[in-house]
């Protein structure tokens, strides 16, 4: 490995095992998941207060009249939320079980005078209290966003649940009453008024003590998510940019991805020395860093340790995508995280390019048949663009986005055109139109962030939808041609995910395993691109240099996974705002872009 990275020491090897969950922590979580169970068990089914389980549930929280079936069912609903916040140590959600347990256990004394009820609630308080120094873990970011999102998950359970306890009392319903009437009377009892459907006895009192429960944890809820504190996600100050920038100018050439950290979306946390630094973004819980650390390669450990500290100190999961092999070397030598080749970059050397030979065909046929109908390219610095021009681009790359959402994270930079940014490169098409456009006569853009002083990293690819197929091949051969010129000798282009597996598994030879894992990763090229980036990008013969996810442990990866597709965009659990509404609202020259706008869709 190069740069002479030195042996971790004692102190590192203790702490850099990252966030794992504690034992008592993890305990609990449980225990306060399955008594949350059992209490909703408890007051929504009838058979179940009447079944050997209720001896257990006798003693756990709640109770079995009309307005203990709402207590017990509240309790639950109360602990299962709890639940995973304690696993992860949260302090907050430490405190909330603090306060509901003693409440529980009042609540059952006085109403049902039930000693062992009131105690097994005070034993689960036990070990909160005796290990209350191991739930510290600080909050995650968060917006005003959780509160609706909390609304709408609670009140769809809460109508779920509510039509589950409406309808599991059938002998004492009188009359027969529809789906209709039913969720009518849901929708009522959440408000605390009657509804249609009646029942014999007490059972209309339980029901509705029960419905109104449910509404009243939705409400409160939403109220104290909307109302709290906000803790926003950390962005990069313009002091911080400016340490990434003096950074970059001396050792920006080692990892393609360097610049990509100039995201101003992410937080960085910087080595003792300040001579390196991680970038990362968190999303559900996962600290996620992308590509190498940034600085001296002597200086990585120290950036890697402040970044494990912080993952500690929230409970956050650390991971990191894309980073080279010996990035990933690193990484597991100084946290004891472990490995896993997750695809290859494709690197394009500017001297060994060019469009002689038969294996470049295809890209030469193509690239000479757009230019007869009369398509011309222009490569050139951001700062040799005018601003009106800039603006025009800008304009497009938005217009022409192919998604709704935002895409991008550990490749691409988020903005076109900024002030600081001139180095970067813009490859433009353009093509005379009868009636032009809203544009002129541009028609595709592709955006390279700069590599170090010798080399660019493909950023983003737009298209006008209506323009000839090709524009993406056109616009890469074209800033390959003009590479010399600006003193490039390397380009990187796409990430191909699991590149090695479809290549090797479509050869002769390839075993039955490796057939059956091409065969499904083609399946998932209809969703993601995956097959068809990778012959995308194999058309212009690169190298192949291996990229790698580092994590803490095998169960680790689906969370990882989920997380990396939130950054990258692919999954959008927000709701957005109109478009129109989201032009007024962002500045003009921060037109966003991602990921999934380097791939070939229109290739």
């Not at 405190?95 to 105690?119: D, E, N, W």
């Not at 509804?195 to 009243?216: E, H, I, R």
């Amino acid at each position: 490995m190069s740069g002479g990275v030195p042996i971790r020491s004692s102190r590192v090897r203790r702490l850099m095992r990252g966030p794992r969950p504690e034992s008592v922590p993890a305990l609990v979580g449980r225990a306060c998941a399955l008594v949350g169970l059992l209490d909703v068990a408890a007051g929504i089914f009838p058979r179940f207060r009447q079944s050997r389980m209720h001896t257990l549930a006798e003693v756990l929280p709640g109770a079995f009249g009309p307005f203990a079936a709402a207590l017990s069912l509240s309790a639950g609903v109360l602990l299962l939320l709890l639940a995973h916040g304690l696993k992860r140590a949260k302090r907050r959600a430490w405190r909330a079980a603090v306060v509901l347990l003693p409440a529980g256990a009042v609540a059952q004394f006085v109403y049902r005078h039930s000693l062992v009820g009131a105690l097994i609630s005070l034993a689960l308080l036990v070990p909160l209290v005796v290990h209350r120094d191991q739930f510290a873990a600080l909050p995650d970011p968060r917006s005003r966003w959780r509160a609706l999102a909390n609304f709408v998950l609670m009140g769809a359970g809460s109508l779920v649940l509510g039509l589950v306890i409406v309808s599991v009392h059938p002998r004492r319903m009188i009359g027969d009453p529809s789906l209709a009437d039913r969720l009518t009377h849901v929708l009522y009892g959440l408000f605390g008024f009657e509804g249609p459907v009646d029942y014999q006895g007490n059972t209309s009192w339980t029901v509705a003590f029960s419905l109104g429960a449910l509404g009243w944890i939705t409400a409160v809820t939403t109220i104290y998510l909307a109302f709290r504190p906000e803790h926003p996600a950390a962005r990069l100050t313009e002091e911080d940019e400016s340490r990434l920038r003096a950074l970059l100018e001396r050792h920006g050439g080692r990892d393609s991805l360097g610049h990509f950290a100039l995201r101003r979306d992410k937080a960085v946390v910087f080595s003792p020395s300040g001579k390196a630094a991680v970038t990362y973004r968190v999303v559900s819980g996962v600290m996620l860093a992308s590509g190498d650390p940034i600085g001296d390669v002597e200086a990585w450990p120290g950036a890697i340790e402040r970044f494990m500290d912080e993952a500690r100190a929230h409970s956050w999961t650390p991971a990191v995508m894309g980073c080279s092999e010996t990035g990933g070397e690193v990484w597991t030598r100084e946290t004891g995280l472990d490995a896993l080749e997750l695809g290859d970059e494709a690197v394009v050397d500017v001297a060994d390019f060019s469009l002689a030979g038969r294996a470049m065909r295809n890209v030469r046929q193509m690239v000479k048949r757009i230019e007869r109908a009369g398509y011309e390219t222009r490569v050139r610095r951001v700062r040799d663009l005018g601003e009106a021009e800039l603006e025009r681009i800008r304009r497009a790359a938005e217009d022409w986005r192919g998604t709704d959402t935002e895409r991008g994270f550990s490749m691409a930079l988020g903005r076109v055109g900024d002030a600081s940014d001139g180095d970067c490169l813009i490859a433009t098409a353009h093509k005379a139109d009868e009636v032009p456009g809203p544009y002129g006569d541009l028609k595709a853009i592709l955006h390279f962030v700069p590599w170090g002083t010798d080399g660019a990293s493909l950023d983003l690819m737009r298209r006008d939808r209506a323009a000839d197929p090709g524009m993406n091949e056109l616009l890469i051969v074209a800033a390959l041609q003009a590479a010399p010129r600006f003193g490039i000798t390397r380009v990187s282009l796409n990430f191909a995910m699991f590149r090695s597996a479809l290549a090797r598994g479509e050869k002769i030879g390839a075993g039955p395993v490796l057939r059956a894992w091409r065969g499904l990763l083609v399946f998932l090229s209809r969703w993601f691109q995956i097959e068809s980036l990778y012959k995308f990008n194999a058309k212009f013969q690169p190298r192949w240099e291996p990229r790698f996810v580092v994590y803490r442990a095998s169960g680790d990866l689906p969370r990882i996974g989920f997380a990396a597709m939130q950054a990258e965009g692919f999954v959008n659990l927000a709701l957005p705002l109109p478009r129109f509404l989201r032009r007024r609202a962002r500045p003009a020259r921060a037109c966003a872009h991602g990921l999934a706008e380097r791939d070939v869709r229109a290739a």
